[in-house]
């Protein structure tokens, strides 16, 4: 008798057939990649479809792969990944989607599948820069309306790029270049000749 996850697998190969891409298993969830097209035709048929039936998104987030598996990734750099879950069949899922271009990164947006992926969506769109096409209400939602950049990219700096504070005679916030000079901070090591020797003390 086939367990839970084999049956979502035949499932899913079944529903989707071309649009899968990638359907793979790992410590016991199943990821689900597919293109950048089929993005918003599969997340319908996700949730419509009585044989899968997830009919909630738990969660939806950027994800940045520059650098990823100590820089031997190959693949398209930004994606979105979003958490279903059927409370019908008792069963989750995790579906990726590649932005077809590194340069300026979009996808289409969940928000007329899963409304709840309004502010997940912009948390993406503001931390990695990854635009959703079809969202109504893009904008940042946890940086302010004047940052410069998306933070949660690998290349953005440390320091970031400009620096706000108030300035008393403009009696206003400004802008500014950042201030902060890089350094390196080396913890200062203490050494104790017997510590951790429980045979030498008595």
């Known amino acids: 008798m086939p367990n839970k ?23 016991g969830e199943l990821t689900l990649v597919v293109g950048a097209a089929d993005y918003v035709a ?7 479809d009585p044989a899968l039936g997830f009919e909630q998104l738990t969660d939806l987030c950027g994800v940045d792969y520059s650098g990823w ?5 190959e693949g398209r750099r930004f994606a979105a990944v979003s958490h279903l879950m059927s409370v019908k069949h008792n069963w ?10 590194d340069d300026f990164p ?33 904008r940042r939602i946890l940086t302010d309306y004047g940052f410069v950049g ?9 320091s970031g790029n400009v620096e706000m504070r108030y300035d008393p005679e403009q ?5 500014q270049p950042v201030t902060i000079e890089p350094r390196e901070i080396t913890p200062r ?13 008595s």
């Open 189 to 201: 090591i203490i050494r104790e000749e017997n510590y951790g020797d429980l045979a030498g003390k």
């Open 42 to 48: 599969a997340a319908l048929q996700l949730r419509d």
């Open 171 to 175: 009696k206003r916030v400004i802008y």
């Open 92 to 101: 989750r899922l995790r579906l990726r989607a590649f932005a077809a271009e």
């Open 69 to 73: 598996g100590d820089g031997l990734w």
């Open 150 to 158: 998306h933070p949660f990219r690998k290349d953005f700096p440390l």
């Open 106 to 138: 979009m996808l289409d947006s969940l928000t007329g599948v899963w409304p709840n992926a309004n502010w997940y969506e912009r948390e993406a769109f503001d931390l990695y820069g990854i635009m959703f096409n079809g969202h109504d209400d893009l």
């Open 5 to 27: 996850l084999e049956t979502l697998k035949s499932a899913l190969e079944a529903a989707l057939g071309q649009k899968v891409q990638s359907l793979v298993e790992a410590l």
